[in-house]
């Protein structure tokens, strides 16, 4: 396995950027205090209101980010996620000061969003991000907002028409919060992934549906696996959602799910409010630990997901 470790040599002014001491496959980007203040400014210049209903907005504010970098920020984007050896970026504020807040965070999820590509519409909240609570009690019909539950690793996108090529995930708010960490397998730390990937069953198409809170009324056909254009694995999978037409599809999913969910590769990491994680979701798979029961429990997500311009 060769990591490239290319990024940690990279500078930018009003950025530090460090590979993470999780996963050296993972970069991050931390935005000093100064270049927040400066984004304060023109982020003000659109509400919410705006950036939902004039989407010309939204390029806006990503050009005032990429700006304040010399445009070098966008560029560094687009090859961490393109590149097979990382594909992911953990990009936030380097302090969370009483200037940022949930608006704020939007906005900054926002701009990130459209330097690396087009967001797709989310059916789930009917506009091009969706925000959602993870609270003590639930009665939601999928595994997203249930504390309590683990969250297996999986990829995004899996049962819409529309190309997932990128997720982008940011904590807007976290209290009394125990447990929750972040789970992420890359595929070519997965020690299964060759066995699986060469599988006759994972090339066949398997029918994916949603639960009703997802506002798809279709389903899409397609395999858990693909190739890329140098034959490398990339997946599309998540467990609630795929409906297998006999006791072979069925297997293969189990087996599929069990060698993910036991992967000793596995990258756990508790991520700060303000955070966002960009990732490529050919070849990333993510997921969520159960969080340790308290009635106070309060997290707030953002999800924006698209495809490369």
Not at 57 to 73: C, Q, V
Not at 148 to 170: Q, R
Request: proline share 3%; with cysteine; aromatic share 12%.
């Amino acid at each position: 396995m060769m990591i490239n470790y290319q990024y940690n040599k990279n500078k930018i002014e009003g950025f530090e950027i460090y590979l993470n001491n999780v996963s050296k496959r993972i970069v991050n980007i931390d935005i000093n205090e100064e270049l927040v203040n400066k984004l304060i400014f023109p982020f003000n210049k659109f509400d919410l209101t705006a950036l939902d209903y004039k989407p010309f907005t939204r390029f806006t504010i990503a050009k005032s980010l990429d700006e304040l970098s010399n445009n070098k920020l966008s560029i560094l984007m687009n090859k961490i996620i393109k590149d097979r050896n990382t594909g992911c970026f953990i990009i936030k504020p380097k302090n969370m000061t009483s200037k940022i807040d949930d608006i704020f965070l939007v906005k900054l999820s926002t701009a990130i969003a459209h330097l690396i590509g087009k967001p797709n519409h989310d059916a789930m909240a009917g506009k091009y991000y969706a925000r959602f609570h993870v609270k003590h009690t639930d009665k939601s019909d999928s595994y997203l907002r249930k504390a309590y539950i683990n969250m297996d690793l999986h990829t995004d996108g899996t049962y819409v028409k529309e190309k997932t090529d990128w997720l982008l995930m940011s904590k807007l708010e976290e209290k009394n919060a125990e447990g929750g960490e972040t789970a992420m397998l890359h595929l070519d730390d997965w020690e299964h992934c060759k066995e699986l990937f060469n599988d006759p069953v994972s090339r066949e198409d398997f029918v994916w549906g949603s639960p009703k809170s997802k506002n798809i009324d279709y389903k899409v056909e397609h395999s858990v696996f693909s190739s890329d254009s140098e034959g490398r694995a990339q997946i599309s999978y998540i467990d609630q959602f795929p409906e297998p037409k006999n006791m072979k599809q069925g297997n293969f999913l189990q087996k599929l799910s069990d060698s993910l969910e036991e992967s000793s590769n596995k990258i756990i990491t508790k991520l700060p409010v303000g955070s966002s994680v960009v990732a490529n979701n050919y070849f990333w798979l993510h997921g969520r630990r159960p969080f340790k029961e308290n009635k106070d429990l309060s997290r707030e997500l953002l999800r924006i997901r698209g495809s490369f311009f």
